[in-house]
């Protein structure tokens, strides 16, 4: 059985699933959804992935700036129930030669709709959101931080602060690529999310509460300080991420830059402003 362990392991999440993950403070209840890119830059509605859930991913460049003293992570996505697919990968940093050095960021279906971050170096550790903290009704805005000096990762759910958990190891950041939606290098573990991904970013410090909300909504101002990726995925169309005016980063949908079966599909639903 899987299990969703607290970083450190002072608990395991599989055995606490009727009284939540972790016990921490829960968030206010979820706040309206936020829109991804206002106005749409590339597109004239604004655009966003939608993966199979089978193989589709994207492969992003490597990222310089992820060693430094926090990481902060954001997107919206909406995911599918789907039967065949438990564990969702949002954005995943991987070695093509193993889980050393990684951290993964995806959804647990399987227990809960939680959020989950894993932490990957000589050994890994997990740390997760409250259980069925994630809706599978239309889109969600998901960030988690990690101070890599305090070791302290924190997770937001629609802007609102989740929980916080302690670990214990505080993997490197070198430069590697990141796989949005899924890492084919891995065969079965490659967790490919099922749904529609849209904006995602990367910044190279930890967000404060009061960023991560503006971050989770429409026309309020986000910080640029330390900004490494913003794909707005509203291309709508090619098979290429990040060449939308403003974007930071670049990727490529699927196995090249031909049209392949790990191609995640184009699609026009997007966030609501609002
Ligand atoms: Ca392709």
Sequence with gaps: MDKCTHFGA??????????G???FFQGPD???????????TCGATGASLLLDGVDDFV???????????????????????????????????????????????????????????GLANLQGEWGCTSMGALSWDGWSHVAFTHDRLS????????????????????PGMGDLPLWLGGDPLHGPTARPFHGWLDQVRVWGRVLDPSEVLSASRTGAPV?????????????????????????????????????????PRWSDDAPSPW
Aim: charged share 20%.
């Design 59 to 117: 492969r992003l460049e490597p990222v310089s700036g992820l060693d430094g003293d926090g990481i902060t992570v954001d997107a919206w996505l909406r995911p599918l129930p789907s039967a065949h697919v438990q564990k969702h990968d949002i954005l995943a940093r991987r070695s093509p030669a193993g889980h050393a050095d990684s951290f993964t960021f995806r959804l647990r279906a399987d227990m809960g709709r939680r959020l989950e971050l």
């Design 151 to 170: 070791r302290t990762v924190t997770f937001y759910l629609d802007g609102q602060w989740d929980s916080q958990h302690q670990a214990t190891i505080s």
């Design 10 to 19: 002072f608990l395991l999440c599989w055995a606490l699933l009727n009284q």
């Design 223 to 263: 910080s640029q300080e330390a900004l490494l990726v913003r794909l707005s995925l509203d291309e709508g169309s090619g098979q290429r991420v990040g060449s939308c005016p403003g974007d930071l980063g670049a990727g490529v949908l699927g196995n090249g830059t031909g049209e392949d079966e790990s191609d």
């Design 21 to 23: 993950c972790d016990g």
């Design 30 to 40: 979820a706040v309206e959804h936020g829109v991804s890119s206002p106005g749409g």
